[in-house]
């Protein structure tokens, strides 16, 4: 099923990676507290690899998967950013581009 919205109301999946299980859990529960998003989901133990400061790195993180609008994206990724220890944080967004329809509508609905 197609999504359906105005561009504000274009549902999205933003990805963020953090640390540890104790700094997933808050920004978790603030995002959705200030209902910036629906949902995140945090996946434990995955594995970066990547370039830091001229350094190879791979450490574990934490995963959050969370479930927004493109309206709210702005003002979640300022609070992510607050809140996250991380110099340069991952914060992205990834369109929907099709959804259960009620689902996605409630999405719409909690962060209105």
């Known amino acids: 099923m197609s999504v359906r919205g ?3 109301r ?12 104790p700094v997933a859990r808050r920004i978790a529960h603030q995002l959705v507290l200030q209902r ?4 995140v989901n ?3 133990h995955v ?3 990547f ?6 790195e791979r450490c574990r993180e934490q995963l ?3 479930k927004t609008t493109a309206g709210r994206f702005e003002a979640l990724r300022r609070a992510v950013i607050t809140l996250h220890p991380y110099e340069v944080p991952e914060v992205i967004a990834l369109p929907l ?3 259960h329809q009620p689902y996605v509508k409630w999405i719409q609905q909690e962060v209105s």
């Open 42 to 44: 945090l996946l434990p």
């Open 51 to 56: 370039v830091w400061k001229g350094k190879l």
């Open 64 to 66: 959050l998967i969370i």
């Open 10 to 21: 274009q549902p999205i999946v933003v990805l963020v990676t953090c640390p540890a299980a």
């Open 6 to 8: 105005g561009a504000g």
């Open 47 to 49: 594995e970066s690899v």
């Open 36 to 39: 910036l998003c629906a949902c």
């Open 97 to 99: 581009c099709a959804g």
